[in-house]
């Protein structure tokens, strides 16, 4: 026992060494509740996005296994335990089998740093309601979320099927290309909070008001970026069932391709969830600055994990809600908007909020409502200009976009003294 | 195919990708809270079929339940997937009747002619769509069988519109 409390305190030296059983034990009691919840959470979103779907398209929905359908999940589960594993002759094995444990594990593994509730007070001290409490937080979290796409890569490459193939390929460049806007996204947060560790964003939050208020374009551009990092529509051409069959999954069958569908879930859960947590005040109670300075009381942290799901519940809402409303994305699209549009955008606002922040500090505004309230008017010019102006046909080049007139010219001219244009009239 | 690219000209101020995004979703969420659904819940709910469905054939049989058949080979000869296998018989005194009378219905393409021309209204088609079957032989029907369904048989016309104006 010894030796494993010296290595814990190796690996974080912020662990009070008096409280290291209750540490420990508590420690494994939260990841066998975080990973239950988890694991039925995600079992129900596939319920839920199918109950959405249909109720969106005017239909009932799965509503035939238990009381209004509430059981199919588990007879999904059980199908596909029970199904055949299919090898295709040409996959290289190995990889073929590493690659969904490959992007089912990082999706897991980012819940750990995420805070789902207000502290809880023990009689053997406080209790973080955090599975790892880690100093570098949100750095972990790009770190690992950005493993994920080596699961679909993998997959896509050892499955040797050409969809599959290209299926990979275009999660490879999307997931790069968003990942960068992603990360820039949260710079002004983290310049903001002063600090890497969710703990310390969420309490910066509750004093200063959330973060989707003062830095709705970081917001906006981390929501896109999400949704192009979980492969959800509109930005799902990794799998664009229309185009590639099922694209890096082709070939996946029984529990295995079980394992994609889960770690599409459980990355919709953690990107909603670092939404809540960057931008909504994570498990903030509205209104109050309470709940991160005490007194602490069981009945405040229930309260704060039933906002903190509250929360959840309505971004995980909003992806389904979105990918039923939205078609998919061309692939110069996609590209196009990811390093046209939302890579410059990031930039940009990183350097206008780093320059407000510098012009509140030298002027001596401290953190407060005052700061607050500069920073939110700043936010309502530069919404202004992004949504009134910038997105004129300029977010997005349309099929039908506006052709200069020169170019307009010379294709027509082109067309006209084609042969084969000739030729048809 | 001739290179011609199409453009539309149409302004940059109509473009608004956010604009358009909002406008969809409002339109979703108008369909996932409106309680009003299409789907008909099929075995304990029934779709009303038409009182001209053509669906599988129904011998209707006289009084005595003998089928109405006079074996004069008229169906057979209109119908235009050839699946009516007519042999005719006479009994004692003289009248006909089919010896062996038997409808593939996977070759019958449900025209409803075999109806429209039979002299004795003997053969109808019904007003059934629920045909399933553990083989093929069981979608041959015998007279047997034709002459034992009782599903409702299909009006060729409406009795108050003859004509169909």
């Not at chain 1, 939205?326 to 780093?354: C, E, H, N, T």
């Not at chain 1, 030298?362 to 607050?372: D, F, N, P």
């Not at chain 2, 290179?3 to 979703?28: F, Q």
């Not at chain 2, 299909?154 to 004509?163: A, F, G, I, S, V």
Request: hydrophobic share 50%.
């Amino acid at each position: 026992m010894i030796p494993l409390i010296a290595l814990l305190q190796a690996a974080n030296p912020q662990l009070p060494p008096n409280g290291s059983g209750v540490f420990v034990i508590a420690t494994i009691v939260k990841m066998i509740v975080v990973f239950t919840i988890y694991m039925v959470g995600v079992a129900l979103l596939t319920l839920a996005e199918r109950k959405i779907s249909a109720w969106i398209q005017d239909r009932h929905g799965p509503n035939r296994v238990g009381p209004s359908g509430l059981l199919q999940p588990a007879a999904d589960g059980l199908k596909n335990f029970m199904k055949e594993e299919t090898y295709p002759e040409a996959a290289y094995k190995p990889l073929f089998i590493l690659a969904p444990i490959l992007s089912f594990i990082p999706a897991l593994t980012t819940w750990v740093v995420i805070p789902f509730g207000a502290p809880f007070p023990t009689r053997w001290g406080r209790i973080d309601l955090v599975v790892a409490d880690l100093p570098v937080g949100f750095l972990f979290i790009l770190a690992i979320s950005s493993l994920g796409v080596y699961g679909i890569v993998l997959a896509g490459w050892a499955s040797n099927n050409k969809y599959a193939l290209l299926g990979g390929l275009r999660s490879s460049a999307q997931m790069i290309s968003y990942e960068i806007s992603l990360g820039l996204s949260t710079i002004p947060v983290l310049l903001l909070a002063g600090n890497v560790t969710l703990g310390a964003i969420i309490t910066q939050q509750a004093y200063g008001g959330w973060n989707v208020v003062n830095l709705t374009i970081a917001f906006f551009i981390f929501l896109v970026a999400a949704f192009a990092e979980t492969n959800r529509l509109p930005f799902d051409l990794p799998e664009a069932e229309s185009e590639l069959i099922a694209g890096y999954h082709t070939e996946y069958s029984a529990m295995k391709f079980s394992l994609f569908f889960i770690a599409e879930y459980a990355n919709m859960v953690t990107a909603s969830a670092l939404m809540v947590t960057l931008f909504f005040g994570g498990y903030d109670v509205p209104f109050t600055p309470r709940d991160n300075i005490g007194p602490f009381s069981g009945w405040l942290t229930i309260l704060s994990v039933l906002i903190f799901f509250a929360k959840l519940l309505f971004f995980l809402f909003f992806f389904m809600w979105v990918r039923w409303t939205l078609p998919r994305f061309r692939y110069d699209q996609l590209m196009s908007l990811g390093w046209k549009f939302m890579l410059p955008l990031a930039l940009a606002y990183i350097i206008v909020i780093a320059a407000v922040l510098l012009v509140l500090d030298a002027a001596g505004i401290t953190r407060g409502a005052m700061h607050s309230s500069i920073l939110g008017a700043v936010n309502v010019v530069i919404v202004m200009i992004v949504f009134a102006i910038l997105d004129h046909g300029r977010i997005i080049s349309p099929a039908y976009g506006r052709i200069e007139g020169a170019r307009l010219a010379r294709l027509r001219s082109v067309s006209s003294r084609s042969p084969l244009a000739s030729g048809a009239k | 195919m001739p290179i011609t690219v199409k453009v539309l000209d149409r302004p940059i101020e109509d473009v608004s990708y956010v604009k358009a995004t909002l406008k969809g979703m409002a339109l979703t969420f108008k369909h996932l809270i409106n309680p009003h659904k299409v789907t008909v819940q099929y075995p304990e709910e029934k779709w009303q079929i038409s009182p001209r469905w053509r669906g599988t054939h129904r011998m209707l049989t006289t009084e005595t339940g003998k089928a109405k058949c006079v074996a004069c080979g008229l169906c057979p000869t209109v119908c235009p997937a050839n699946c009516i296998k007519l042999v005719p018989g006479e009994d004692e005194e003289g009248n006909r009747y089919p010896l062996i009378f038997e409808i593939d219905e996977f070759r019958c393409i449900f025209c409803g002619y075999c109806q429209e021309v039979c002299p004795e209204e003997a053969i109808h088609v019904g007003r059934h769509y629920e045909n399933a079957e553990y083989s093929r032989e069981g979608f041959v029907y015998d007279l047997e069988r034709l002459t034992s369904q009782t599903h409702p048989v299909c009006e060729m016309w409406d009795p108050e519109d003859p004509r169909g104006e």
